[in-house]
């Protein structure tokens, strides 16, 4: 089945910072790369996702993007504000069904 | 909005007890799911649902089983729950099985077995 690496497991910037979070996957079958914000005691909800067919997508300060020949893929969160302050989980799947990277804990100190 | 709705956000039940968690969602959605977050390990599909009666497993399936009798309900059973199985439970449906598909989770049931 397919595994998912997510480095690193807690990240800690400084108000105004770039943030990065990098993804590994294993199957070359999987096609589709969500990413998921999940706020202290909240639930999951998704911020951005990108398909195979496509190398970098944007939305305001969030970027994702894919190396499929690598098999990785990165969220880059820009300007960094405190709200940001969540654990982030990046995903792959195909048809139906994702599985999920461990999470990274990102704080954001003002 | 899409809703979905867990039945209990907290749990505590004993070891040995034959446990229910129920999820509901309004969208009238074909897929269903439950993971188990634990700390460190992220989110893990147990099983999921693509239909009314239909489930299959997912990553982790031991120890639990899964009921969909209506397109709005999705139930996992813990036939007899044990400490291990101490977790915080999370509910997912979706509309799409081909990407781009986003999975709307419900708030978590927080179960505890003691």
């Known amino acids: 089945g397919e595994n998912v690496e997510q480095h690193p497991s807690t990240l800690s910037v400084q108000e105004g910072d770039s943030a990065v979070i990098k993804c590994t996957y294993s199957?070359?079958?999987?096609?589709?790369f969500p990413w998921y914000k999940q706020e202290l005691g909240k639930r999951p909800q998704l911020i951005i996702d990108i398909r195979s067919n496509v190398g970098e997508k944007k939305d305001q300060r969030i970027a994702v993007t894919l190396n499929k020949t690598a098999k990785h893929f990165s969220l880059h969160i820009t300007e960094t504000q405190p709200e940001d302050s969540a654990v982030y989980f990046c995903?792959?799947?195909?048809?139906?069904?994702?599985?999920f990277g461990k999470g990274t804990m990102l704080l954001v100190s003002p | 909005d899409v809703k979905v709705t867990q039945s209990s956000r907290y749990l505590v039940k004993r070891t040995g007890e034959k446990v229910f968690l129920e999820c509901v969602q309004d969208?009238?959605?074909?897929?269903m799911f439950w993971y188990r977050q634990d700390p460190g390990l992220g989110l893990r599909l147990i099983y999921f649902s693509y239909d009314v009666k239909m489930k299959e497993k997912g990553d982790i399936p031991e120890g639990y089983s899964v009921s969909r009798e209506k397109k709005e309900r999705f139930s996992l059973i813990l036939e007899s729950a044990s400490t291990n199985q101490t977790s915080m439970y999370l509910c997912?449906?979706?509309?799409?099985?081909?990407?781009?598909?986003?999975?709307?989770f419900g708030p978590g049931t927080r179960l505890t077995v003691t």
């Open positions: 995903a792959a799947g195909g048809y139906s069904t994702l599985t």
């Open positions: 969208m009238d959605h074909e897929n």
């Open positions: 199957d070359s079958a999987s096609n589709y």
């Open positions: 997912a449906s979706s509309e799409e099985a081909l990407p781009p598909y986003e999975q709307y």
